[in-house]
C-alpha cells in the first residue's frame, strides 16, 4: 500500500509560479511510474503530467506544454510539478498518483493505470 501526500498548492496571481511536491510511503517508489492530474470544479478529472519509474521519460498534456515540468527525486520518493505561467484556466485540485511501471521508460496519461492517489491540493490561479 502506498500513501501519497500533495503539498504546495496555494493561490498564485495570474503569470505566476507554484511547485507542487507529492511525497510516497509504504511502497517500493522507485517503481512506479508516477503522474499528476487535476479536476476543476464542474469538470472531468484530466491528465497533466507523468514520469517514468526512472525519470528518463516524461509526458504531459498540450494544455500545459511548455509551462509545466514533472521531475522526480527517487531517494527522497517525491515527485514534483513545477508549474509557471499559470494562467486562471489552471485552477482546479491537483492530485499525485502512482502507476505500477512495467518499465523504466513507460509513463501513463490514463486514469485507470493508477492504483494510488493522493488527496489532492488546491491551486487558484486569480486573474
Known amino acids: 500500500q502506498v500513501q501519497l501526500v500533495e503539498s504546495g498548492g496555494g493561490l498564485v496571481q495570474s503569470g505566476g509560479s507554484l511547485r507542487l511536491s507529492c511525497i510516497a510511503s509504504g511502497g517500493a517508489f522507485t517503481r512506479y511510474a508516477m503522474g499528476w492530474f487535476r479536476q476543476a470544479s464542474g469538470k472531468e478529472r484530466e491528465f497533466v503530467a507523468g514520469?517514468?519509474?526512472?525519470?528518463?521519460?516524461?509526458s504531459s498534456a498540450d494544455s500545459v506544454k511548455g509551462r509545466f515540468t514533472i521531475s522526480r527525486d527517487n531517494p527522497k520518493n517525491t515527485v514534483y510539478l513545477q508549474m509557471n505561467t499559470l494562467k486562471p484556466e489552471d485552477t482546479a485540485v491537483y492530485y499525485c498518483?502512482?502507476?505500477?511501471?512495467?518499465?523504466?521508460?513507460?509513463?501513463?496519461?490514463?486514469?485507470?493505470?493508477?492504483?494510488?492517489w493522493g488527496q489532492g491540493t488546491q491551486v487558484t490561479v486569480s486573474s
Open positions: 498518483a502512482a502507476a505500477w511501471g512495467q518499465t523504466s521508460s513507460m509513463t501513463y496519461t490514463a486514469g485507470a493505470a493508477y492504483v494510488y
Open positions: 514520469i517514468s519509474w526512472s525519470g528518463r521519460s516524461t
